[in-house]
């Protein structure tokens, strides 16, 4: 009789459990469908207020994403949303990372990114995997402009030799291997040389002076 008692405590706090993390999962993802994207829209429109000059208004946001947001690359892990618990998964949705308003980079700009859209400032995520980072560029006067909005202004806007200044120069001291964008078809754009210096390496297999074709050239690193 006493085992059968623990064992329906235990279940019952088991059942406890799963319903505060289901309902908090729920909870959060109703919340960011039926009103995130009213959020970015009355946030931004609340930050601009009546400023035109885009580089304030980009700053502006920028600063609020700064102030509001909590930084955290952990892609699992539990915290406060009240009134529940939610175990965040990552979610590209600008909705949802407004709702939660935590992340890395990528969620940083994503937010940048659609908070620019809603003021009329046509913007895009930029990724820069192998340095693991993931920035904004934004279009003013028919030019895309660098904008990262994890950067402390005066580094911010229009700043791409920002990432491979030396520390010593208030840079990041990295060296850019691959940066592109990702059009809303899927179709990927190489745009490495906006940010480092590049070249283009031509490989001729001959023999007897002759040109080789259909040649498969390996590359091995040792």
Not at 11 to 27: A, P
Not at 34 to 41: A, K, N, P, S, T
Request: proline content about 5%; aromatic content about 12%; some cysteine.
């Amino acid at each position: 009789m006493l085992v059968n008692r623990y064992f329906i405590i235990v279940l019952s706090f088991l059942g406890l459990v799963v319903v505060i993390l289901f309902g908090s999962f729920v909870w959060v993802y109703v919340r960011s469908t039926c009103f995130g994207r009213q959020e970015i829209l009355g946030t931004a429109k609340a930050i601009v207020s009546n400023e035109t000059e885009p580089e304030i208004i980009l700053n502006s946001i920028a600063d609020w994403l700064m102030e509001h947001m909590t930084y955290d690359t952990s892609h699992t892990y539990f915290y406060p949303v009240p009134p529940f618990l939610l175990w965040r998964m990552s979610n590209p949705n600008p909705a949802w990372v407004m709702t939660i308003k935590r992340g890395g980079c990528g969620e940083y700009a994503i937010l940048f990114t659609e908070m620019a859209h809603s003021v009329g400032i046509q913007s895009r995520v930029v990724h820069n995997p192998s340095e693991d980072h993931t920035l904004s560029e934004v279009l003013i006067n028919d030019s895309w402009i660098h904008f990262d909005p994890m950067l402390p202004q005066g580094k911010r806007f229009n700043d791409t030799g920002f990432y491979e200044r030396s520390r010593d120069e208030g840079g990041w001291g990295k060296q850019l291997s691959y940066v592109f964008f990702i059009e809303a078809d899927g179709k990927r754009h190489d745009i490495t040389s906006r940010y480092t210096s590049t070249a283009t390496l031509i490989v001729r297999v001959e023999k007897n002076n002759k040109p080789i074709e259909n040649v498969r050239v390996i590359a091995r690193a040792r």
